[in-house]
């Protein structure tokens, strides 16, 4: 009772607030998203995201070896590959973009490489699975997530992340693997993914607007927060090694919520708007480095083991 319980006992010095703090984030826990380009020659500014770029494949080697330098151990590969078609079958060749990718980061560095596993950015029409009588359709597409994995577990992949939010898509996944004999090779669920506006530089940033409709026949309604549990309960019977929630400042009740109820390993993906948002507001002269870290610490403080953000490499090389 006030006055002996006096909270700021515990705040009167740098040492004391870091003995007490609940929260520790460090390098080791962020994943770099890299957007890997086959039509490129040179690296290419994203206007709606400033300060990322889209590689080629020959800039990946050295990219790559900065992000290890700067004590990162992790990337998360996205790619623009050279031919879309109704089947995004750019998406299971072996010489695709992001298989070459993974045989780069594997051959030239110790860093994790997550494959993102989707259609969206192979398919003509955009969409993040198979379409048929004008409908995005579940278990064709499953068939097509399979192959997917295996082509990458095949190219090096230590995890595929499947982000399409096809019913299934968790369990297709890991009995094509496992058929395939890549028993280890692991699966990070984008389990309660929201169909989000905050995407929008993202789409940018790898081509994969949708031609036509939009994509919440298939991703989360932003209203709903208990169907996320559903999500990521289904996921963990599935199999999927690690869950997520996704985007991430927006939906930290979310992101607390799944926390109490999972003891897998739980992701963050702070989304593309979310890091273009901070970015140009602190790029107003506002406290960048300090606006950052926060924004870095609050997924933690939320309940995350591991959060995927545009702004990795700023903070390896801030902190
Ligand atoms: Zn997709």
Do not use: W
């Amino acid at each position: 009772m006030f006055p002996t319980e006096r909270m700021r006992r515990l705040r009167k010095s740098e040492s004391m607030r870091d003995l007490v703090s609940e929260t520790q984030i460090s390098k080791q826990k962020l994943i770099m998203p890299v957007f890997v380009d086959e039509n490129l020659k040179e690296p290419k500014k994203i206007d709606t995201m400033p300060g990322i770029l889209r590689l080629p494949l020959g800039a990946l080697e050295e990219y790559f070896g900065r992000l290890e330098d700067l004590g990162l151990r992790s990337v998360l590969l996205f790619g623009i590959p050279k031919s879309k078609d109704p089947a995004g079958t750019s998406a299971y060749d072996p010489e695709g973009v992001v298989q070459k990718a993974l045989h780069i980061c594997d051959e030239s560095s110790r860093l994790i490489s997550i494959a993102d596993l989707c259609l969206c950015e192979y398919t003509d029409h955009g969409h993040c699975g198979l379409i048929q009588n004008g409908k995005v359709d579940n278990d064709s597409t499953l068939e097509t997530y399979g192959k997917i994995a295996t082509s990458y577990a095949e190219a090096g992949a230590d995890m595929v992340a499947p982000s399409g939010m096809m019913d299934g898509q968790v369990a297709a996944i890991r009995s094509a693997l496992d058929a395939a004999n890549f028993r280890d090779t692991v699966i990070m669920a984008y389990s309660a993914k929201y169909s989000s506006y905050l995407y929008g530089p993202f789409r940018d940033a790898a081509e994969s607007t949708p031609k036509f409709s939009d994509r919440k026949s298939y991703q989360m309604d932003f209203r709903n927060s208990r169907e996320a549990l559903r999500e990521v309960e289904l996921d963990e019977v599935e199999g999927a090694d690690i869950v997520m929630v996704k985007p991430g400042l927006f939906y930290l009740d979310i992101v607390s919520q799944v926390r109490k109820m999972t003891k897998k390993p739980l992701a963050v993906y702070s989304v593309s708007a979310e890091y273009t948002m901070i970015k140009n507001a602190v790029d107003l002269a506002l406290a960048q480095k300090e606006i950052i870290n926060e924004a870095i610490y609050a997924p933690f403080r939320a309940g995350a083991d591991m959060l995927i953000t545009y702004f990795a490499e700023f903070y390896a090389e801030n902190f």
